[in-house]
């Protein structure tokens, strides 16, 4: 194994994790301010922002505990949106599942939105990639995000409520989403999946917080692998 | 918020496994065994299936506005979305976005 090459791609994988430091900062940020303002202690914020590392349910579980929600709620609402990781995870198996068990260990806990999907960006525009260079790529695109999704939260906290909502910082999350997703449209498969997701989520709207969701990734993913499997008979 | 202490770590600490029980899962537990065709396939189209679907109820009711539709945010994430498809390029989506957030925002006051 060359060590040399797995090296570039740990390099080119910091390279391309390091504009998320953009999108991770205003988010982290966000998280602690609110944290505070629901209460919740340093210590416990940071729990929150070592432990779950998963932005959107962390924010869904703050707000059902503003609201005083039984414990059993908050943790299955939280949960829930968390369950699309599952399919991450499921992922990430083609390309990752050769390594030994302890470095998969080590990338579940790095499996967030941002390493997840430029990795398997990544993973696609390279197919020779082998599992090390993949795994090297990986950790690369995580090294610049975690210190600062972790070091921003603990700013979040210290600044509190005095970030002006003229910033429209809730925003940063859709805008990162998009930014994301919209290079990946690269078929006719791909944009059927995603207006599907898009129709169904919006459709399911009133169901318990995730729940839709996943419902509206399922439809998405069957109409994605149907348009595949049509286009490959006809041509 | 009316939580004792140990309410709120158990929370913490249950979300915390439970969320990486979730991210290990599949990695994890099917390791190396090959996945079937049709597996490949269907996951093929995890990030475009989810994704978006996360997005357009933000897009269309942001919580910074109580669920009403914005028409800064809304034209923000049109225009990420178009210069994504345009460039394949994710940072010149995000800048896109937040360029057109800003200038709404501002002159929309």
Known sequence: ?235 | MTYTTLEIWTIILLLGVGTYLIRFSFLGLIGNRPMPPIVLKLLRYTPVAVLPGMVAPLVLWPAATGGEPDLARGVAALVAFGVGLATRNTIWAMLGGAVALYTLLFTLG
């Not at chain 1, 432990?51 to 939280?78: D, K, R, W």
């Not at chain 1, 921003?152 to 909502?165: R, T």
Request: proline content about 6%; charged content about 10%; hydrophobic content about 60%.
């Open chain 1, 1 to 235: 194994m060359a060590v040399s090459t797995t090296k570039s791609d740990y390099w080119r994988g910091v390279r391309d994790g390091t504009p998320f430091i953009l999108v991770l900062a205003p988010f982290a940020l966000l998280f602690g301010v609110v944290a505070t303002e629901a209460g919740l202690t340093l210590a416990e914020t940071m729990g929150f922002n070592v432990l779950v590392i998963a932005g959107a349910s962390q924010f869904a579980a703050v707000s059902l505990m503003q609201e005083n929600a039984p414990i059993l709620i908050v943790l299955a609402t939280a949960l829930a949106v968390n369950l699309r990781m599952a399919m991450y995870s499921a992922s990430l198996v083609p390309h990752l599942g050769a390594a030994p068990l302890w470095k998969r260990a080590v990338v579940a806990y790095l499996n967030v939105d941002q390493t997840f999907a430029s990795s398997m960006v990544e993973y696609e525009r390279r197919p020779a990639m082998t599992w090390q260079a993949k795994i090297a790529y990986f950790f690369g695109v995580s090294t610049p995000v975690f210190p600062v999704w972790y070091a921003l939260g603990f700013v979040g906290v210290a600044v509190g409520a005095s970030i002006p909502p003229a910033l429209a910082l809730d925003f940063a999350l859709p805008i990162a989403f998009i930014a994301m997703t919209a290079p990946l449209l690269k078929t006719l498969a791909h944009l059927a999946a995603a207006l599907t997701s898009v129709v169904v989520a919006l459709a399911l709207a009133w169901m318990p917080s995730g729940l839709g969701l996943l419902v509206a990734a399922g439809c998405a993913m069957l109409v994605g692998a149907l348009v595949e499997t049509m286009q490959e008979r006809r041509a």
